[in-house]
């Protein structure tokens, strides 16, 4: 099974801010990489798949970047929005989800 | 408007069954994978399964490998999960969610999500 590691476990941030996520798989996954966005008590939302491909409607202030092993999910330019709980998940080899990062207000 | 209604969710003992429910609408439902993913009470997102859309292939994580089975009707635009011998690790909230367009396990659409709670 490919594990799926992602720190931090948990940010701090302000509006305006540009913030950086990363995951590690446990093994390549090439570029079969996604990115989901979830507000407590609601489903997650696709933001990227494919490590960089933008999901239609997300806006461009966010990004993914990688390949491999690592990766990364970048959110430029922080909005009220955005504060929520960020999920990668692999699907090279069926799928697996990182732990999560929280993202939280400063 | 893609639209999934996740149901059959509720409390039951370990050992015993339920069957899930997602009934889909909006879209082409035979053209599109369909997932289940699970979240247990404040923990993060566990995948369970997938199936194609014409039921050719199905996966399954290993925690529940042999006790669910997912299965889907296309006639009537709906999607289970068959969940044997619950334990009370399994107790999650299920989503049923489409799979993208040429990707089987990206869930690009999610339902509201069932509780289901294993407790004696």
């Known amino acids: 099974d490919i594990q799926m590691t992602q720190s931090p476990s948990t940010l701090s941030a302000s509006v305006g801010d540009r913030v950086t996520i990363t995951c590690r798989a446990s093994q390549s996954v090439s570029t079969w990489l996604a990115w989901y966005q979830q507000n407590p008590g609601k489903a997650p939302k696709l933001l990227i798949y494919?490590?960089?491909t933008l999901e239609t409607g997300v806006p461009s202030r966010f990004s993914g970047s990688g390949s491999g092993t690592d990766f990364t999910l970048t959110i430029s330019g922080l909005q009220p929005d955005d504060f929520a709980t960020y999920y990668c998940?692999?699907?090279?080899?069926?799928?697996?989800f990182g732990q999560g990062t929280k993202l939280e207000i400063k | 408007e893609v639209q999934l209604v996740d149901s059959g969710g509720g409390l039951v003992k370990p050992g015993e069954s339920l069957r899930l429910s997602c009934a889909a609408s909006g879209f082409s439902f035979s053209t599109y994978s369909m997932n289940w993913v699970r979240q247990a009470p404040g923990k993060g997102l566990e995948w369970v399964s997938s199936?194609?859309?014409?039921?050719?292939?199905?996966y399954y994580a290993d925690p529940v490998k042999g006790r669910f089975t997912i299965s889907r009707d296309n006639a009537k635009n709906s999607l289970f999960l068959q969940m044997n011998s619950l334990r009370a690790e399994d107790t999650a909230v299920y989503y049923c969610a489409r799979g993208r367009a040429g990707t089987t396990a990206v869930p690009d659409y999610w339902g509201q999500g069932t509780l289901v709670t294993v407790s004696s």
């Open positions: 998940q692999q699907y090279s080899s069926y799928s697996s």
């Open positions: 494919k490590a960089s």
């Open positions: 199936i194609s859309g014409s039921s050719s292939y199905m």
